[in-house]
Structures are given as structure tokens and as C-alpha cells.
């Protein structure tokens, strides 16, 4: 299974960026996909998740201003950021979940930084 991810860059506070990662190569159903981040310094975080056809968790720094979807027909999840603070910057990994063997594979990460 491979993971694409891309959408990340340079945005003031405030801003917006959308991240994509694209899936390909899965045997199984995905049944769970989603979002961490790694700051400097840091460990990785869960960002958000989306588990089964529609239950999504946020981390709570993060509800009402991220939003996370998935595209099945196109094998695509994405994470729409808005508000961006620089408390968001880090390395943002995608990953998934497949249903069977339950093993789960992540994307190369894609870098955001939020300058205040």
C-alpha cells in the first residue's frame, strides 16, 4: 500500500492550507484513515481520524477549525486546515487501516509551517 501525501507549505496565522494523501494499492477495505502531526521536538499526534464509513475524532486543539474527508471513489482522504496558528506547524503524516489483516501504512509526511 502507498500513501501520497501533499497540500503542505508555508501560511501565515489564519490561513488555510488543504492536505491530500492518496491511496493506492490496498487489497482490503480501508476502515480507518487519518492525520498526525510531529512538531520539533515533539512525538507524533493524532490530528484527526475518520473510522468506518463516517466517525471522526479531532484532537481538541484542533476541532471546529480542521475538518477531515475521505473520497472512497478516489481512494483519497483529506484535511481541510483553517486557522492555521503556529502551534500547528510540524510534519503532517497520513495514514490507513486496512480491514483483515489490520495493518497500517503511512504516507512520507508533507511539512506545514504557520508563521505568526
Known amino acids: 500500500v502507498q500513501l501520497q501525501a501533499s497540500g503542505g507549505g508555508l501560511v501565515q496565522a489564519g490561513g488555510s492550507l488543504r492536505l491530500s494523501c492518496a491511496v493506492s494499492?490496498?487489497?482490503?477495505?480501508?476502515?480507518?484513515t487519518g492525520w498526525y502531526r510531529q512538531a520539533p521536538g515533539n512525538e507524533r499526534e493524532l490530528v484527526a481520524s475518520?473510522?468506518?464509513?463516517?466517525?471522526?475524532t479531532y484532537q481538541a486543539s484542533v476541532k471546529g477549525r480542521f475538518t477531515i474527508s475521505r473520497d472512497n471513489a478516489k481512494n483519497m482522504v483529506y484535511l481541510q486546515m483553517d486557522g492555521l496558528t503556529p502551534g500547528d506547524t510540524g510534519v503532517y503524516y497520513c495514514?490507513?487501516?486496512?480491514?483483515?489483516?489490520?495493518?497500517?501504512?503511512w504516507g512520507q509526511g508533507t511539512l506545514v509551517t504557520v508563521s505568526s
Open positions: 495514514y490507513v487501516q486496512e480491514s483483515v489483516i489490520l495493518r497500517v501504512y
Open positions: 494499492g490496498n487489497k482490503f477495505d480501508i476502515i480507518s
Open positions: 475518520i473510522a468506518g464509513k463516517s466517525s471522526t
